[in-house]
């Protein structure tokens, strides 16, 4: 390319492009941005945290029972036929059981499975799953005793080739439990 002289149309230098080139560039990709925000927005967690932050004690409470209950178990699911098969050991026997798996970051990955209780073996459900999980989860496990709701919460890395173990880990934000 010939040098431009000082005569020539401004159109002709390579300098006013480069500059041109990167404000259309960042234009195009604000826009793009802007549309992907605006179509995909977050996620609400929570837009209440007053009342979240006191529902704490009662979701302590839930879980106190479990650890006084002497509440663990066992789940297994099965990526083929899609079972889920949990194993509770300790003081409570519900004929149902809710187990829910929260995706921490995807609201339409939470699964919500209702577990039975098997008749041939004592502290088995089972449960069905639809589809396959896997990757961080929330599991939470849900059961009655008498008239009070108890609940097992722990945070796990699902896989359909290890076996989840619920109950095992010391209640956080609890500690004045042993007293």
Not at 29 to 45: C, W
Not at 85 to 114: A, C, F, H, V
Not at 127 to 138: A, C, I, L, P
């Amino acid at each position: 390319m010939p040098a431009a002289t000082a005569a020539s149309p401004w159109y002709k230098h390579l300098w006013p492009w480069i500059i041109i080139g990167i404000l259309a560039c960042s234009v195009t990709l604000t826009l793009s941005m802007v549309t992907i925000a605006v179509k995909n927005p977050d996620n609400l967690v929570n837009d209440n945290y007053y009342e979240a932050g006191k529902g704490i004690n009662r979701s302590l409470d839930r879980e106190r029972l479990a650890q006084t209950l002497q509440l663990r178990g066992k789940l297994h699911l099965d990526e083929l036929t899609g079972e889920v098969e949990l194993q509770l050991t300790g003081y409570s026997n519900p004929n149902t059981l809710e187990l829910n798996l929260i995706s921490p970051t995807q609201p339409e990955k939470d699964r919500k499975i209702n577990l039975t209780r098997s008749d041939s073996e004592p502290g088995r459900y089972i449960g069905q799953v639809t589809d396959k999980v896997e990757g961080r989860r929330f599991v939470e496990l849900l059961g009655v005793e008498g008239d009070k709701t108890w609940r097992l919460f722990e945070e796990e890395e699902v896989s359909h080739d290890k076996d989840l173990l619920l109950g095992d880990e010391p209640l956080q934000g609890a500690e004045d439990l042993k007293k």
